[in-house]
């Protein structure tokens, strides 16, 4: 049964979130050829003109608003992600939802998972829309892209001298594992706060959910960068910073991070479940 409801809240997302994410792609690829254009022009110019062309300044506005469309799809995918839990829980949608004959920990998880799920597409979309944005956009003239493979390699081999201690291999594994996180918890404070909101407040309980979102995410940011940042003036204190203790300060607030967020996602997907089979407030 858990499958079918995922293949439904799939499909039922997908509605809304495919078109997003093809628009996260395509705006890549129109920034991308702005951005060429810009390149291209400021090169034939060269010093023949003190101010900037018109039409450049134009793809500078287009290149603006398409990455900051990109860097908001993340928060819109989450709107959504939400906006289908509370419609398919607490709205009309809701009697129905709780009349099947499954248990209501099932219907949580599915949209958890399924909610994570376009969580991590979104952000493929968005590495993808970027990286053909930067290739479009630089890749095809021969002398910028020169002058970044060697800015990298320089990075590259600076980075290599402070740290010859870092385990570069655990650190990917560390960040996989946080961004894998990261989308559970994110799917599962959204799925907290509207379900606590739906108990809070009789009426207005959307704007009661927001303001629940803000302030749970207030109070775990605020933890969290206390306690890493004590972790990090720990080291940075001892006077001269040996780069070799200071990525392993790094690693350290990493672990922090993410046994962390697994508690707190735990913690809340907990209450959430039982919030749902005990306290149910259907509109």
């Not at 990455?67 to 829980?89: D, E, F, P, R």
């Not at 960040?175 to 907290?192: E, G, H, N, P, Q």
């Given at each position: 049964m858990l499958s079918k409801l995922m293949k439904y809240d799939?499909?039922?997302?997908?509605?809304?979130?495919?078109?997003?994410?093809?628009?996260?792609?395509?705006?890549?690829?129109?920034?991308?050829?702005?951005m060429s254009y810009f390149v291209r022009t400021a090169q034939m110019m060269g010093d023949q003109q003190q101010g900037p062309h018109t039409m450049q300044i134009v793809m500078v506005v287009i290149?603006?608003?398409?990455?900051?469309?990109?860097?908001?799809?993340?928060?819109?995918?989450?709107?959504?992600?939400?906006?289908?839990?509370?419609?398919?829980?607490?709205?009309d949608e809701g009697y129905l939802t709780f009349?099947?004959?499954?248990?209501?920990?099932?219907?949580?998880?599915?949209?958890?998972?399924?909610?994570?799920?376009?969580?991590?597409?979104?952000?493929?979309?968005?590495?993808?829309?970027?990286?053909?944005?930067?290739?479009i956009g630089f890749g095809f003239d021969a002398k910028i892209s020169a002058e970044i493979a060697q800015g990298f390699a320089e990075l590259k081999a600076e980075f290599a001298q402070f740290s010859t201690g870092f385990d570069l291999t655990w650190f990917i594994i560390q960040?996989?594992?946080?961004?894998?996180?990261?989308?559970?918890?994110?799917?599962?404070?959204?799925?907290?706060v509207v379900t606590l909101g739906n108990q809070l407040a009789r009426k207005h309980k959307i704007l009661c959910a927001v303001c629940l979102y803000f302030l749970v995410t207030f109070i775990i940011s605020a933890v969290s960068g206390v306690i890493s940042s004590a972790m990090m003036l720990t080291v940075m204190s001892a006077g001269e910073v040996d780069w070799n203790v200071y990525f392993s300060a790094m690693n350290g607030v990493f672990t922090f991070t993410l046994v962390m967020s697994v508690v707190i996602t735990a913690v809340m997907y907990y209450i959430t479940d039982r919030m749902l089979k005990n306290k149910l407030n259907l509109e």
């Open positions: 799939f499909r039922d997302q997908g509605r809304l979130q495919w078109p997003l994410q093809l628009g996260v792609l395509l705006g890549g690829i129109l920034a991308g050829f702005c290149i603006s608003l398409v990455m900051i469309l990109i860097a908001a799809s993340s928060i819109i995918t989450q709107i959504l992600v939400g906006k289908q839990y509370y419609q398919n829980c607490f709205c009349t099947l004959p499954v248990a209501s920990s099932k219907v949580l998880l599915s949209k958890v998972i399924t909610g994570s799920i376009w969580i991590l597409i979104n952000l493929l979309a968005v590495l993808i829309g970027v990286g053909l944005f930067l290739l960040y996989v594992a946080l961004t894998l996180i990261s989308a559970v918890a994110s799917v599962v404070m959204v799925d907290f």
